[in-house]
């Protein structure tokens, strides 16, 4: 089993969510295009693995939390959540595309506060889609 590639997607989200409230003042409504690489980095992922998934494999990761309890964080991408992440993925990419022009001319200092909450929203939205027990589908 490789790195953790659907744990590392979910921490890209926060990642972006926060880089956007500290590069909004500078970037304005270019910090959604900022926000679009997280969702499009999930895309692009997804579409990546779809032929191996199509033909029935199922790409799993487990990360031990608190193995003394038995948690672990727990990740499942089968052709559902392919078929999910390219819906949910798609879809962010195309509202943090639509934003940046649909702000043209509304700079506002929450801006940023927006896109992170987006962005944020995004990566719950993918989290829950290839979460893989109750404990990530409650977090998500």
């Known amino acids: 089993m490789g790195p953790p590639v659907l744990l590392a997607l979910i921490l890209f989200h926060g990642l972006i969510a926060i880089g956007a409230s500290l590069l909004a003042p500078r970037l304005g409504r270019r910090v959604f295009w900022w926000c679009a690489l997280a969702p499009l980095a999930?895309?692009?992922?997804?579409?990546?693995q779809a032929p191996s998934v199509v033909d029935g494999q199922v790409v799993?990761?487990?990360?031990?939390?608190v193995p003394e309890l038995g948690l672990d964080l727990g990740f499942r991408f089968d052709a559902f959540s392919l078929l999910m992440v390219v819906i949910v993925s798609g879809i962010g990419v195309l509202v943090f595309v639509?934003?940046?022009?649909?702000?043209?001319g509304h700079e506002s200092p929450k801006i940023g506060t927006l896109a992170a909450q987006l962005t944020a929203f995004s990566g719950a939205m993918f989290g829950l889609v290839v979460s893989d027990n109750v404990l990530l589908l409650f977090v998500f």
């Open 98 to 104: 639509y934003s940046s022009s649909y702000f043209a």
């Open 42 to 48: 999930a895309l692009v992922w997804a579409i990546w």
């Open 60 to 65: 799993t990761e487990h990360v031990d939390w």
